[in-house]
């Protein structure tokens, strides 16, 4: 019905149905057969009722398997571990398998001095063999409920079959890993000791894909069969290596005082390799790049891109902690870092910290309270840097050479606009906390103020530089809360127990200081800046919507003089209203444990309060996209001629630009509070009985079997979409998940 109301002739509803025939095969005698025909094709579609969700949206099976040893003497120790994984994909044969090993050896030499030496390495390998350009997720709600696997031809995408959809290309990637490490720690005298560390960790990462000339896209990209097929192979080489040095000492007196001083070095290098290859022309079976016809020229000639990255840091730390009379803890810390990503005269940052614990329950007024078992205060400020993604490029000119030559000579071109005045970001972090200890439960409250200072951001500039945006420092911010934690201990018996887990948190944000600046905008198409000094940094901006004009169906909104408007009008910053956050100022976890003998059942739930997210106009259809999926009830609640009232959807004939507009901008009627529960896992968990492990001679030392399911269910009142994403179904499905773990 919505098909044949908005009268597009790609789609079905409308194609077949007697209005349309009779309006364009009017002239012809068999115009009666014709209806009839369409009537019948009409009956057989809607006989179909294929449910997309079930057919796409897999639940994810996860298998997980570990075993390890341990053994070996005072002087000499070992230990060995291995792992599986299996990963089962959202797509038909899609799977990752990831297996590990690990070797550690541990030998001390007399009293003072000990060496570990660890050994690792990594194999996996992700395989999609029916590889899709299209999410499951976005089909579910573009494929017609009429159509389903076996239809030769879709009308949501018309010439294609599904097999076309999802069967486009098949690929795998496979990593390759190793680490090695080695660590001595020597005991120069009672209280110093010296220890030092070096290892590296390689990974070799290789992925292939492959498009086969008989897939859609290449009988339809209008080459000759024999440039048909394409193959894209990458391989990189990922470096890293770290040293350390370490000098502590460390002294306590009395039983009732301690006192720890350290000090340490670092040094960081990562270096990355990567080569591709991309071809056309792919002949017979062979699953490699040979397979490439080098003799094409012109939009399919093989291409071959590289890159070569290096990054430095160093660092310096020394440290200080003490504690007097077992109650009073005092610690302070500083580092010195430097990395090779910023400009020369701002590569040294500073990082440092200074806290406070204080125990009270040691004094006698609370000593003597039965029904308190411990009460601690806690306090730090500290001041910290972070890089947040700065890469050489963003400070350093950075060129690329391009690939193709022009007039006999090879054009190179900026990576990014430099900014040699980039910095790091400055943060600044106060926490305060209380700790309470009951018989049967536990209490801590902690508050938090995080204040950064020259915050980084990718900010807009003038297109006629050739680039879009520039990294830049644009300010301060600050974001500040309170955390709090609960867990009590409902039962606890010889064989059974039950716990209780809760936590909150309760956050706000505000933007300080803009370098200057009023306000900041995230794009220059945007009417609403992102960051307005005094303003949080979440806002959900929106229009006064006054519904939909029963007369033209056009929507009405309220500027900031008080007159109604209609889609078309240009608004302005003034006429948008604060609507709520688009994060949840409030939000935390609750679980429940139950215990019985080996058997224990975890249920964990997550909550998030007090966000606000717009409706997904995504899917609801006009004449453009009427041969794909619709919202549920759009024909009811859509304005279709003069006299419609309390309407949802606008007049689907309007001008493109007018519906768009109504699509994309917030409003009071659009944009609605998102509180969700979402029941986050349950977990299953057997250990095995000491029984069965001494009738086995105590080979195996420990060992447990697993079950876990996890993203089960989410509720909400917000049914438009997914209340945290925004999608019309939630981004993660149910995930199942198998675990053996055994050690010996």
């Not at 800046?529 to 519904?547: F, H, I, M, R, S």
């Amino acid at each position: 019905e919505l098909e044949r109301r908005l009268r597009a002739p790609a789609a079905p509803g409308y194609r077949f149905s007697e209005e349309y025939i009779r309006r364009v095969f009017s002239g012809l005698p068999n115009i009666e057969e014709l209806v009839h025909a369409g009537q019948q094709t009409l009956d057989s579609l809607r006989g179909i009722e294929t449910d997309w969700y079930r057919e796409l949206v897999r639940p994810t099976y996860y298998q997980r398997h570990t075993l390890s040893l341990r053994g070996g003497g005072n002087h000499t120790s070992y230990s060995f571990s291995g792992g599986f994984f299996h990963h089962g994909g959202r797509l038909k044969g899609q799977r990752t398998l990831r297996g590990t090993l690990r070797l550690g050896l541990e030998q001390r030499i007399g009293a003072h001095f000990a060496a570990r030496l660890s050994l690792g390495g990594s194999y996996a390998r992700a395989e999609t063999p029916f590889g899709s350009d299209y999410d499951p997720l976005e089909l579910v709600y573009r494929l017609n409920p009429y159509e389903s696997k076996e239809s030769h031809v879709l009308y949501s995408y018309p010439g294609r079959s599904f097999r076309d959809l999802m069967e486009q290309y098949s690929s795998f990637r496979t990593t390759h890993g190793a680490d090695v490490s080695l660590a001595c720690s020597w005991q120069i005298i009672k209280g110093l000791e010296l220890a030092a560390s070096t290892g590296f960790d390689f990974s070799l990462q290789g992925g292939l894909q492959i498009t086969s000339p008989t897939a859609w896209r290449e009988l339809k990209s209008g080459v000759p069969a024999a440039q048909r097929g394409k193959l894209v192979e990458s391989k990189s080489i990922d470096l890293n290596s770290t040293s350390t040095l370490r000098l502590t000492y460390s002294h306590s007196w009395q039983e009732q005082h301690e006192l720890t001083l350290g000090c340490d070095a670092e040094y960081h290098l990562a270096r990355l390799e990567g080569l591709g290859v991309t071809g056309y022309g792919l002949f017979g079976n062979v699953m490699s790049a040979a397979a490439i016809d080098n003799g094409i020229t012109g939009l399919r000639r093989p291409r071959v891109n590289g890159q070569k990255v290096q990054m430095r840091d160093v660092g310096l730390g020394f440290l200080a902690g003490a504690t007097v009379f077992r109650q009073y803890d005092l610690f302070a810390s500083i580092k010195y870092d430097a990395a090779s990503q910023l400009p020369k005269d701002k590569r040294w940052n500073s990082a440092w910290a200074v806290g406070v614990g204080w125990d009270l329950k040691p004094y006698p007024w609370i000593r003597t309270l039965k029904w308190l078992r411990g009460l601690n205060l806690r306090g730090s400020f500290g001041y910290t840097a972070n890089l947040a993604g700065i890469s050489p490029a963003h400070t350093i000119s950075t060129f690329l050479f391009s690939p193709e030559s022009y007039a006999g000579l090879r054009p190179m071109e900026l990576a990014a606009i430099p900014n040699q005045h980039l910095q790091a970001e400055q943060n600044q972090i106060y926490d305060l906390g209380l700790s309470l200890e009951f018989p049967k439960v536990s209490l801590s409250v902690s508050l938090y103020r995080r204040i950064t200072k020259e915050a980084l951001l990718d900010v807009p500039i003038v297109p006629s530089a050739g680039f879009e945006y520039q990294f830049q420092n644009i300010g301060t911010l600050c974001n500040e809360g309170v955390e709090g934690s609960m867990r009590i201990r409902v039962l606890e018996l010889h064989d059974w127990g039950l716990t209780f887990n809760a936590n909150a948190a309760y956050n706000r944000n505000k933007v300080v200081h803009l370098n200057g600046k009023p306000r900041l905008f995230a794009s220059l198409e945007s009417v609403v800046p992102e960051y307005e000094v005094g303003k949080p940094t979440d806002g959900v901006w929106g229009l006064q919507a006054l519904g939909i004009n029963p007369l033209t169906g056009l929507p009405a909104f309220q500027d900031a003089q008080g007159v109604e408007q209609n889609v078309y009008h240009t608004f302005t910053r003034e006429d948008y209203i604060w609507l709520g956050h688009s994060t949840p100022p409030l939000y935390g976890s609750f679980s429940l444990t139950l215990s019985w003998k080996n058997l224990s059942l975890d249920l964990d739930f997550y909550y998030a309060l007090g966000a606000y997210r717009m409706l997904s106009y995504a899917y609801v259809r006009d004449g453009s996209n009427a041969h794909l999926n619709a919202l549920r009830g759009q024909v009811a609640n859509t304005w279709w001629k003069p006299g419609d009232v309390n309407c949802r959807y606008p007049n689907p004939f309007m001008l493109s630009a007018g519906y768009e507009n109504a699509r994309s901008t917030p409003s009071t009627n659009t944009v609605y509070r998102t509180d969700l529960l979402r029941w986050s896992s349950l977990s299953l968990r057997y250990r095995l009985p000491e029984r069965l492990l001494q009738r086995m001679h105590n080979v195996i030392k420990y060992g447990y079997l697993s079950f876990q399911a996890a993203n089960i269910y989410t509720f909400s009142a917000f049914k438009a979409s997914d209340p945290e994403t925004g999608d019309l179904i939630a981004s993660l499905p149910p995930t199942l998940t198998l675990n053996l773990s055994l050690s010996f």
